[in-house]
């Protein structure tokens, strides 16, 4: 059965991965699972049409058959508990797995998706000079945290698995900040997942359409 996923027609980031498609593209290319991507607007996403797959507008969507998904962490847990590769046979791993999942959207995220607004959006604030050092320690604290657990391991449990991949392309958005480079393990923990094929093959895909500026003058909201 085809797999359609939706994607940005022209990501924001103009190729570095970061728009959450590229999650969706990884765990499909992990599990061997061809895929089609359609491709669409800021505008056409406010549409009926697109508003039926997505409530909120957004991408990335996942239509297989007579289901259709939104929700980028439900997306990828489907493709995991639907084909083999993205979590252990183990109940007790496979469980584990997907608490990293959670972890990583629920927990590790959005200080830094704070950070990302305080940086974008909020710049020119007169209590932002204030603000940023407050909402970058959040994030440091989350880091240490998570950095202590990684330690020297390959991956956050026993192999890989979608928690990895999950927390691996949240830790991708803070690259920028440099934040990242102060947690060394962290570094070498993301530099795993990218060295994957799946990812190079996923990150390849999406590179393709985006690469390059966005449109200047863009003031499109991008989302969290
Ligand atoms: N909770 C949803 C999920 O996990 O699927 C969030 C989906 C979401 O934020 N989608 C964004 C979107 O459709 C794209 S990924 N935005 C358009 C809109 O809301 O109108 C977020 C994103 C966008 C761009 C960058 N970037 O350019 O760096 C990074 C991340």
Do not use: C
Request: charge should be neutral.
């Amino acid at each position: 059965m085809t797999i359609t996923i939706t994607a940005f027609e022209r990501s924001p980031d103009g190729g570095k991965g970061l728009a959450r498609d590229t999650r969706v593209r990884w765990a499909l290319e992990e599990v061997g699972q061809p895929y089609e991507v359609r491709l669409v607007s800021f505008q056409a996403m406010k549409q009926p049409a697109h508003l039926a797959l997505h409530p909120f507008g957004q991408i990335p969507t996942y239509e297989e058959g007579d289901l259709a998904l939104f929700e980028t962490g439900s997306i990828v847990l489907h493709i995991a508990q639907r084909r083999a590769g993205l979590l252990p046979d183990d109940a007790n791993a496979r469980a584990r797995a997907i608490t990293w999942m959670f972890a990583a959207l629920n927990t590790v995220e959005p200080p830094i998706l704070e950070l990302q607004n305080a940086v974008l959006l909020e710049h020119d604030k007169p209590w932002s000079e204030v603000r940023l050092p407050l909402v970058k320690d959040r994030v440091r604290d989350r880091l240490k945290q998570l950095s202590a657990r990684v330690g020297d391991a390959d991956w956050l449990d026993a192999g890989f698995s979608a928690g990895d991949l999950m927390m691996v392309s949240v830790l991708l958005r803070l690259r920028a900040s440099g934040i990242l480079d102060e947690f060394p393990s962290l570094t070498a923990y993301v530099a795993r997942g990218e060295a994957r094929p799946a990812y190079k093959r996923a990150f390849a895909a999406q590179f393709a359409i985006n690469a390059g500026e966005p449109p200047t003058g863009s003031t499109v909201p991008i989302g969290r």
